[in-house]
């Protein structure tokens, strides 16, 4: 085979990225190929997440040059342009990484309708979604515990180096990247995670010396932030999971690490397998959402009156990251304790986070909003608890919402009880926290959570 494409999607790596690796032992000459495509811009394309995508795009262009090749860069419709790019380097087979969503789906449908030979590699997951199936029937797992018994037996592909060389077409020049050049860089928070392999691989391995070892103790200490912080170079690819995964798992105490990763495949394999579960409930409670803008609001900008919801949603405007347990705690807030559809949730979440992601993103949401797959839908996260535990003393909220930046300790996450000394700026609480048990519980149809 003389040429061959490697059309990159979220796999913006050259270190163990089969389908890369498979177009440089097929044919003669590669073009890496990436396609900014305005459908997916308008729809999914926030802007902290093109400002890292740009990021990654420049760093993979670096990468391929070392090794003689280069990025070429076009804007559109990614099917029309893979096609032309195919026509004008004589290339008849594209190899990509397998993706989950039906976006991913009709890309690939589209390449293949085109004529084109589309040869898909794993690479976005640790365990391809929908290699290990339950074996009592059916093509995907909907408990965690019995995928993580499974997947954590599984037999995994060997971690693949990089290429050495890469030979573009004549017809090719290097230096296409122009695009990139002219995409707005409109980042919506003021302190982003710069993209890229470069950097990704920086941090993991800054991550595996120094962090992982404390993690199963501290991946709850709001205030610590405590954990790896690779998912955005997770989502776009700027790291292999596997090789993170492979990496963790060579160190002792890296279990709950692993663990984690499983969630990610976890969740990769669910929307494969059930990809409009992106939109609808996996598991319909008969929820009649409440319609209530100005909460929505409220959470939204952090002035819930719940000191630890607005920190978590301040977060999130100024870093485009949120701490995991932020998430959870908010996530439950908004669905729960506002009862409000997960959906307005999930959506703005993906409106600003960087690592973004839609399995991840939309199954968690599913979760916390008791319409997925969690073992236990009713159940209610109290923030005031949550804060007490896992920000004793108040740290985190402190250094997020400035208007109780003076309180002391853990009074901060009760504003309520500090009498004179409560903050006039800050927020009352917008919903009575028993008021909203009763509320979700009479909704539900449950007397206890
Ligand atoms: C409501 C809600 C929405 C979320 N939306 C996203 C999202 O859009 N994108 C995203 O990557 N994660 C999402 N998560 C999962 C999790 O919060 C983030 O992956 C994590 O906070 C990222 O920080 P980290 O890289 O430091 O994680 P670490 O704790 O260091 O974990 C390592 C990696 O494991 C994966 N991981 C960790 N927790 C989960 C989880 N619960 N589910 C799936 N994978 C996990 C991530 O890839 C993460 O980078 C969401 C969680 C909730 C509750």
Known sequence: MSAAIVLFTRDLRVHDNP????????????????????????????????????????????????????????????????VRCARETDARVVFLAEDVSSYSSRREQGLTQAGLDVRVSPGVAVVPPGR???SGGGDHFSVFTAYWNRWRAEARRLVLKPPTLLRLPRALEPGSARELEELPEARTSSTLPPGGEAEGRRRLSFWLESGLGRYSESRDDLAADATSRLSPYLHFGCVSPLEVVESAAARAGSEEFVRQLCWRDFNHQLVAARPEIVRQDLRPRGDRWRDAEMDLIAWKEGRTGYPLVDAGMRQLLEEGFMHNRARLVTASFLTKHLYLDWRLGADHFASLLVDGDLANNTVNWQWVAGTGADTRPNRMFNPTRQALRYDPSGVYVRRYVSELADIDGGAVHEPWRLGMLRPAAYPEP?????????????????SRL
């Open 430 to 446: 917008i919903v009575d926290h028993e008021e909203a048990v009763l509320r979700f519980r009479t909704a539900r149809g449950v």
């Open 132 to 134: 290990i199936v339950p």
């Open 19 to 82: 389908a890369l690796d498979a177009a440089c032992a097929s044919a003669e000459h590669v073009v890496p190929l990436f396609v900014l495509d305005d459908e997916l811009l308008r729809r999914f394309g926030a802007p902290n997440r093109v400002a890292f995508l740009l990021e990654a795009l420049r760093d993979l262009d670096g990468s391929l040059r070392a090794r003689g090749g280069g990025l070429i860069v076009r804007r559109g419709d990614v099917v029309a342009e893979t």
